[in-house]
């Protein structure tokens, strides 16, 4: 049906793309790691209304 090069870059950009959102997911978690870890280090302290 297709021809053996056009199979192979098919593969190559399957490739590409799975590096590609592994490289996006890894990041975000990383990010999130980083925010979870700041907001333990400096914790936000409750205003308390005074009546």
Same mark, same amino acid.
């Given at each position: 049906m297709f021809s053996q090069d /056009?199979?192979?870059v098919f593969?190559? @950009?399957i490739s /590409? @793309?799975?590096k590609g959102m592994s490289g996006? $997911?890894?990041f975000m978690f990383? $990010? $999130?790691l980083? /925010?979870?870890g700041?907001?333990?280090l400096f914790?936000?302290?409750l205003e308390r209304k005074n009546d």
């Open positions: /056009v199979m192979n593969w190559q @950009t /590409v @793309t799975v996006i $997911f890894l990383l $990010f $999130f980083i /925010v979870k700041l907001d333990k914790p936000k302290e």
